[in-house]
């Protein structure tokens, strides 16, 4: 199982990012999949999740109505659209997803919100 992170950078306030993770080692179709989010000195946040079948997502509330996570099948690809990005979004942004009794999570991908 794996999961690699892309799309992060540094924004300006007020601007977009989207986020992908790849997913491979597993059968990506019959998973949930998990966004999280971690700053220096803190524990890692939840996000955004998605069902399997990506007819039900929730989101944190920081971030309902600003960000908003998706999935594509057939490419085996999660995302996370973020847009009204704030200087408090700014941390490493994981991925997640439980097979069996683990947990895998990627490597991270950093954004940076400034002006």
């Known amino acids: 199982v794996q999961l690699v992170e892309s799309g992060g950078g540094l924004v300006q306030p007020g601007g977009s990012l989207r986020l992908s993770c790849a997913a491979s080692?597993?059968?990506?179709?019959?998973?949930?999949m998990n966004w999280y989010r971690q700053t220096p000195g803190k524990e890692r946040e939840l996000v955004a999740t998605i069902t399997s079948a990506g007819g039900t997502t929730n989101y944190a509330d920081s971030v309902k109505g600003r960000f908003t996570i998706s999935r594509d099948g057939t490419k085996r690809m999660a995302y996370l659209q973020m847009d009204s990005l704030k200087p408090e979004d700014t941390a490493v942004y994981y991925c997640r997803v439980r097979v069996g009794v683990g947990y895998t999570w990627g490597q991270g991908t950093q954004v940076t919100v400034s002006s």
């Open positions: 080692g597993f059968t990506f179709v019959n998973y949930g």
